[in-house]
C-alpha cells in the first residue's frame, strides 16, 4: 500500500516572514502586521491542505492550496500594504503642513493621488511574478511534485516580501523631499504684506471720509456722527 502524500511545515521555507514582530520600521506603517496575518492565513491553508493529502485527497489539497489561494492571500496583503503606505505619507504631509501653516489648498496637490496609489500598488504586486509563475506549475503537478512546489513557493514568497519591504522603504524616501518641502514652506513676503496694507488703506480712507475730505457712503454717515460728537479737547 502506498504510503499518503506529507506535507511538511512551512514555516522553514518562509525565512524571514515568520519573524517576530518589530522586524520593520517604521512600525506606523503596520508591515509587521500585515506579513504576520499573511503567514498564519498561508498555516491554515497549509493545515487544511496537509489533513487532505493524508487522507488521499488530492483534489481537496490543491483546492486548499492551489494557484489562486496563494495569489489571493498575496493581493490581499499588497492592498492593505498600500493602503497603510500611503495613509502614512498623507500623514506626514499633514503634519508637515500643519507645522508651517500651509493652506489646505496647497496641501491638497501635494497628497498622493490615485495614481500615486496606483503606481504604488503596482511596484508592490509586481514583487510576487516569481511565485505567480511558480503556483501556475500547481494545478497540473502530480502530489510528490506539487509538494516540491508548494516548499518552492515558501521560499518565493519570502523573497516577494522582502523586495516589498524595499519597495515601501523607497517610497517613504521618494516622498521625503515632498514632506520636508511642506515643513519648511513660508508665505511669499508680499501675501504676508498684503493684509496689512488693506487694512492700512481701509483705516486712511476712513479717516479721509470722517475728516471731511472724502464723501462717505450713507452707511457711515452714523459713524462720522458719532466722531464728531465726542468731547473733544
Not at 56 to 81: F, N, Y
Not at 154 to 176: K, M, P, R
Not at 195 to 202: E, I, Q, R
Request: hydrophobic share 50%; aromatic share 8%.
Amino acid at each position: 500500500m502506498t504510503a499518503p502524500v506529507r506535507l511538511p511545515e512551512l514555516g522553514p521555507y518562509l525565512g524571514h516572514l515568520v519573524d517576530p514582530p518589530g522586524r520593520f520600521e517604521p512600525a506606523e506603517i503596520g508591515l509587521d502586521d500585515v506579513r504576520l496575518a499573511l503567514v498564519t492565513d498561508l498555516f491554515e491553508r497549509a493545515q487544511t491542505a496537509r489533513g487532505c493529502l493524508l487522507s488521499g485527497d488530492s483534489a481537496g489539497a490543491l483546492s486548499a492550496l492551489g494557484r489562486s489561494v496563494w495569489l489571493d492571500l498575496w493581493r490581499g496583503a499588497v492592498d492593505r500594504v498600500t493602503t497603510q503606505t500611503v495613509a502614512v505619507i498623507e500623514a506626514r504631509l499633514r503634519r508637515a503642513a500643519k507645522a508651517s501653516a500651509m493652506s489646505n489648498r496647497r496641501l491638497a496637490r501635494m497628497l498622493p493621488n490615485a495614481e500615486d496609489r496606483a503606481v504604488l500598488h503596482a511596484r508592490l504586486d509586481a514583487a510576487a511574478i516569481p511565485l505567480e509563475q511558480l503556483t501556475e506549475r500547481l494545478a497540473t503537478a502530480r502530489a510528490e511534485a506539487w509538494v516540491e512546489i508548494v516548499r518552492q513557493a515558501a521560499g518565493a514568497l519570502q523573497s516577494a516580501w522582502e523586495a516589498v519591504e524595499h519597495v515601501v522603504h523607497q517610497a517613504l524616501a521618494e516622498w521625503q523631499p515632498a514632506i520636508a518641502a511642506a515643513e519648511n514652506w513660508r508665505p511669499a513676503p508680499l501675501i504676508r504684506w498684503v493684509p496689512g496694507v488693506l487694512l492700512a488703506v481701509l483705516a486712511g480712507w476712513l479717516g479721509l471720509g470722517i475728516g471731511g475730505y472724502l464723501p462717505l457712503p450713507a452707511f457711515l454717515a452714523p459713524v462720522s456722527t458719532w466722531f464728531w460728537g465726542l468731547p473733544w479737547p
